[in-house]
């Protein structure tokens, strides 16, 4: 997701193909099925309702799933003593009343700190993972960015709470990726497609190489031939239309070029749009 702060996944894709022919795994036959949404357009909400709340906290994902979304977006860390928490920096400088490396700090400290949400004047706190998908569990599936965590941690998590039918996971490095497909080969992957794939045959060709459910993008990033090599593939398509100038032109212009699903920061006014559009 053009978003992100450490390096995307589409810079990594030549070193994966590598590492996966070198380890003999070679699943580009198996895609596994999305989680099923109750809507015609798929809507995620980045890091929650983060424009009228705190991001990545449970007001921020309550409040998306009051709005009616499909996916809640979330950041996956992990403590120094193995706690599993909610954040998208590596650090908890700045968003929080405390300072240092998430990965240095004990799960009880990080849980300690506070978050101040200004518009409702309380505080807020940084939910563990089981707390989000807790929140979720019933509601809403859940779109998971693997920032730093156990694969073998994190899918057994999943399974105890029986949320492994309701989540994709987005995978920041070639180890992350190969270790999801080792452990979970049967979660959905969500990955980028890189800058220099810009027609059908190299889209296909990266394609054969990797059993992704979902890929995102930007705006004008697929030509209409790619986008139907795509759907012709059984390949999602959820672009990240979250910027300084989303609203109804750039989500019109989404709808116009048939992808099935948006990522969003402004998950009540995008949902309202579409239900107005009839694409709910």
Wanted: glycine content about 6%; charged content about 20%.
């Amino acid at each position: 997701m053009p978003v992100k702060q450490q390096v995307p996944m589409r810079f990594y894709f030549l070193a994966i193909a590598a590492a996966m022919a070198a380890s003999g795994l070679q699943a580009q036959n198996v895609r596994p099925v999305l989680p099923p949404v109750k809507h015609k357009t798929v809507v995620i909400a980045h890091r929650g309702d983060h424009v009228n709340f705190p991001e990545n906290t449970l007001e921020a994902y309550n409040s998306a799933i009051k709005a009616g979304v499909d996916y809640i977006e979330t950041d996956l860390r992990t403590t120094a003593d193995s706690g599993q928490v909610i954040m998208h920096n590596a650090s908890v400088d700045g968003l929080t009343n405390g300072k240092g490396k998430i990965s240095e700090l004990t799960f009880d400290k990080v849980r300690s700190l506070t978050i101040a949400d200004d518009i409702h004047h309380k505080k807020c706190h940084v939910p563990s993972f089981k707390e989000v998908l807790l929140a979720c569990r019933g509601k809403v599936n859940v779109y998971l960015d693997f920032k730093e965590a156990d694969v073998n941690m994190t899918w057994r998590m999943i399974r105890a709470l029986h949320m492994e039918k309701n989540i994709v996971v987005y995978a920041n490095t070639p180890e992350q990726f190969r270790e999801w497909k080792r452990l979970a080969p049967e979660v959905p992957m969500v990955g980028s497609v890189p800058d220099d794939v810009k027609d059908v045959a190299s889209l296909n060709t990266f394609l054969d190489a990797y059993p992704l459910s979902v890929v995102d993008g930007s705006l004008g990033q697929y030509t209409p031939e790619m986008l139907a090599a795509l759907k012709s593939r059984g390949v999602a398509v959820w672009l990240d239309v979250q910027d300084e100038n989303e609203g109804p032109a750039s989500w019109s212009k989404a709808l116009d070029s048939g992808v099935p699903g948006m990522q969003t920061d402004h998950p009540g006014a995008l949902t309202r749009y579409l239900t107005q559009q009839h694409r709910r």
